[in-house]
């Protein structure tokens, strides 16, 4: 500050310059010493009413007079969430999955609830809302927002799959045709016609994917017909497909296991709720148990 100014009596520190620039000794502004002592009384008011001193190394500390903790605040949050959710959830109990998607706001409780659960279990193969995921064999597991259906794309059906799990089964056929015979059928299924081919009668293929080649949901076998794929859709993809089968135990064979979820991984509340959940992706395939107006 220079002497220059109007310092009245307030002394320097000593330092000063040319006579004309002074270190004066001036007190803060008084606002700023009462924001100073507020904050100060503050900080031993709330160590004394919050869990904030520790007292040793072991982890104990001073719990405060208020009695306050994290835990219990969120206990009480919880209970008020779960007083809101306990009559849709006692409701639901002994219901049907298809019975849930007959009742509008059961659905809508029941939908909502299966979005986190979906998240936390399924979404990591499935991605976010059924999308699907990729590797480089194709699809690492199924499209569930499509109409295209392995094992039945009804609410009972979805329901099962959950609960079970899934496993199909295609043996490996390199044993069984020539390498002539796997580029015919595996052109033909390509195109989306595997019966333009004599050999997919011949050689069995009907068995398992139908007279018409459209697949059978009991089994879980493939439409050929359509343009989905499970796994690589090039042609040397499917002649690797009809060579090392699917869950045929070998190593070079194709995978596709879905766990089941029932018991350790998830209540019977849980699995209701993400059935209806990917029912009400929009691929659900229209049952005659559920009400129209749900559907």
């Not at 006692?90 to 979005?115: C, F, N, Q, W």
């Not at 490996?172 to 033909?188: I, Y």
């Not at 060579?243 to 064979?253: I, Q």
Request: glycine letters at 12%; proline letters at 5%.
């Amino acid at each position: 500050m220079s002497d220059k100014h109007n310092a009245g009596d307030v002394p320097t520190t000593g330092h000063v310059w040319d006579d004309d620039l002074g270190d004066y000794i001036n007190q803060p502004p008084k606002w700023w010493m009462l924001g100073l002592t507020a904050s100060a009384i503050w900080v031993v008011v709330y160590w004394i009413f919050y869990p904030s001193i520790p007292l040793s190394n072991g982890g104990s500390f001073f719990p405060g007079v208020g009695g306050w903790t994290a835990i219990k605040e969120m206990e009480a949050d919880k209970s008020v969430v779960d007083e809101v959710r306990g009559k849709y959830e006692a409701k639901l109990k002994d219901m049907t999955p298809a019975a849930i998607l007959a009742d509008g706001d059961l659905t809508e409780y029941v939908t909502r609830s299966g979005k986190v659960l979906f998240g936390d279990n399924c979404a990591a193969c499935h991605g976010q809302n059924g999308v699907g995921t990729k590797d480089k064999q194709g699809l690492f597991a199924p499209i569930l927002n499509d109409d295209d259906w392995l094992f039945g794309g009804k609410i009972d059906d979805i329901h099962t799959t959950i609960v079970g799990g899934r496993q199909g089964m295609m043996m490996a056929h390199k044993d069984m045709l020539s390498p002539e015979e796997v580029d015919t059928l595996a052109n033909a299924v390509a195109a989306g016609t595997p019966t333009a081919t004599p050999l997919f009668t011949d050689k069995g293929c009907v068995a398992c994917h139908g007279a018409d080649g459209k697949g059978m949901q009991a089994m879980g076998s493939a439409n050929l017909t359509d343009s989905v794929w499970r796994f690589d859709s090039s042609v040397e993809g499917i002649k690797y497909t009809i060579n090392n089968g699917v869950n045929a135990g070998t190593p070079e064979t194709r995978v596709a296991v879905m766990p089941a979820f029932q018991g350790a991984k998830l209540s019977d509340a849980e699995i209701k709720k993400l059935a209806v959940y990917v029912y009400k992706f929009g691929g659900g395939q229209a049952d005659a148990q559920v009400a129209p107006a749900a559907q």
